[in-house]
């Protein structure tokens, strides 16, 4: 059986294979540096695999859902299926309005309960922004809370001030002492991305889960920027993949 995933993403188009069980493939196209997913979307039409029994996605960029999924269609000839908050995806969602909790998030929940069954959890998604969502072992999603991913940050100190260079996050800084402006602004972003990440842990752990422990799982494409002393449970660099795979297969109407 082989299974096509693919996530429409804030900066990129991520997609993978499954065969049976097994992730082997995948791929990643950034969208260009004005943020326009344009080229990506034609780029994946020769990404996809020609071949596949099944196919769903999850899209936070509405005005590409249908050029993706039009692409999937016209390579393999399936119609994929939607992951949505309105999909039978498993899990309860504790938002007023269920339809604002983002597919990306929801992708991320089903891959760490697939990952982690029966305990209780935090997910630290690492992308264009980063995300916490919390899910109970009862399969419930509490809620969490989002940031600004580290790129943001970057990009917030140079545009709103009159001095500051543009960085990028090419290398992990791991000194805080920064001795040049670029420096400084590495240790500033990094240091405090990451603390804020941790206090954040900290608090909507126990706002959800009080004195139990949850697992805490991260994923997305900042996560190598990070300090290394940040600690997680596990890190899951395919978590969307693996929540959109268990979507896949768990709910064969995709509805």
């Known amino acids: 059986m082989r299974t096509l995933v693919v996530s429409i993403g804030n900066s990129s188009i991520r997609g993978g294979l499954f065969e049976g069980q097994r992730l082997t493939g995948r791929f990643r196209l950034p969208y260009d540096r004005a943020g326009k997913p344009t080229a990506a979307v034609r780029a994946l039409q020769g990404r996809l695999p020609r071949q596949a029994d099944s196919a769903v996605l999850c899209s936070v960029v509405p005005a590409f859902?249908?050029?993706?999924?039009?692409?999937?269609?016209r390579r393999t000839g399936l119609r994929p299926g939607q992951l949505s908050s309105a999909s039978r995806h498993g899990l309860a969602i504790d938002y007023g309005v269920p339809a604002k909790f983002g597919a990306d998030r929801l992708a991320c929940a089903l891959g760490?309960?697939?990952?982690?069954?029966?305990?209780?959890?935090?997910?630290?998604?690492?992308?264009?922004?980063?995300?916490?969502?919390?899910?109970?072992?009862?399969?419930?999603?509490?809620?969490?809370?989002?940031?600004?991913?580290?790129?943001?940050?970057?990009?917030?100190?140079?545009?709103?001030?009159?001095?500051?260079?543009?960085?990028?996050?090419?290398?992990?800084?791991?000194?805080?002492?920064?001795?040049?402006?670029?420096?400084?602004?590495?240790?500033?972003?990094?240091?405090?991305?990451?603390?804020?990440?941790?206090?954040?842990?900290?608090?909507?752990?126990?706002?959800?889960?009080?004195?139990?422990?949850?697992?805490v799982v991260a994923t997305g494409g900042g996560l190598e920027a990070l300090p290394p002393g940040i600690r997680f449970t596990a890190r899951e660099p395919d978590l969307i993949l693996l929540g959109l795979f268990t979507f896949a297969t768990q709910s064969p109407a995709h509805a």
């Open 65 to 73: 859902t249908r050029p993706v999924a039009d692409a999937i269609r």
């Open 112 to 215: 760490a309960v697939s990952r982690f069954p029966g305990r209780d959890l935090i997910v630290v998604d690492c992308g264009t922004a980063t995300t916490l969502t919390a899910v109970a072992r009862s399969g419930r999603v509490l809620g969490g809370a989002i940031l600004p991913g580290q790129g943001l940050w970057f990009d917030a100190l140079h545009r709103s001030t009159a001095r500051l260079p543009r960085v990028h996050q090419r290398e992990r800084q791991v000194a805080a002492l920064g001795q040049s402006p670029e420096a400084a602004i590495r240790a500033g972003v990094t240091h405090g991305h990451a603390g804020a990440i941790r206090e954040l842990v900290r608090l909507v752990g126990a706002e959800a889960f009080g004195r139990r422990r949850p697992v």
